[in-house]
């Protein structure tokens, strides 16, 4: 390599493989965004998590945060990057408050700790991924957005 133009095609070669790597944060790859919003009983359900449990155990799961007003953003490994294609169950988790929670009600400071037993605003059917009613195709042709509407 001592002419100049072996160097500099050596040197292309490698920037050119810097590049096609990538330097991360490009999500993973082959995700499809999706969007969405929980209705439960007629209003916006503001706190839980909505999960794409994958039916094939090859998938990937999938989460959103559900927001103030019932929105989530799915994702896979980083934030909003989405959910791989194939088949899913969707759950919905969201916890009902118990009172002796910390950080939850009022409870006095020299009380015992209660035993905590936490239920679900949803029924339980749509917590488990086998009983769930919601499921979801992932593909392609996905809209993009779904909404959930539990009785």
Same mark, same amino acid.
């Given at each position: 390599?001592?002419?100049?133009?072996?160097?500099?095609?050596? #040197?292309?070669?490698?920037?050119?493989? %810097?590049? @096609?790597?990538?330097?991360?944060?490009? !999500?993973? $790859? =082959?995700?499809?965004?999706?969007?969405?919003?929980?209705?439960?009983?007629?209003?916006?359900?503001?706190?839980?998590?909505?999960?794409?449990?994958?039916?094939?155990?090859?998938?990937?799961?999938?989460?959103?945060?559900?927001?103030?007003?019932?929105?989530?953003?799915?994702?896979?490994?980083?934030?909003?990057?989405?959910? #791989?294609?194939?088949?899913?169950?969707? %759950?919905? @988790?969201?916890?009902?408050?118990?009172? !002796?929670? $910390? =950080?939850?009600?009022?409870?006095?400071?020299?009380?015992?700790?209660?035993?905590?037993?936490?239920?679900?605003?949803?029924?339980?059917?749509?917590?488990?991924?086998?009983?769930?009613?919601?499921?979801?195709?992932?593909?392609?042709?996905?809209?993009?957005?779904?909404?959930?509407?539990?009785?």
């Amino acid at each position: 390599m001592n002419s100049p133009w072996s160097r500099s095609q050596w #040197l292309f070669c490698v920037l050119s493989l %810097v590049a @096609l790597s990538g330097c991360g944060g490009s !999500g993973l $790859p =082959g995700t499809v965004p999706i969007r969405g919003k929980v209705v439960f009983q007629g209003k916006p359900l503001a706190t839980g998590t909505v999960l794409y449990s994958p039916v094939d155990a090859k998938g990937r799961q999938a989460r959103g945060e559900l927001q103030s007003d019932g929105t989530f953003t799915l994702t896979t490994l980083e934030a909003d990057d989405g959910a #791989l294609p194939g088949e899913y169950q969707v %759950v919905i @988790l969201a916890y009902a408050p118990h009172p !002796g929670e $910390p =950080g939850r009600g009022d409870v006095p400071a020299d009380a015992p700790p209660p035993k905590i037993e936490r239920g679900f605003i949803v029924p339980e059917k749509y917590t488990i991924p086998e009983e769930t009613p919601f499921q979801d195709t992932v593909d392609d042709q996905h809209p993009g957005y779904r909404e959930w509407l539990i009785e």
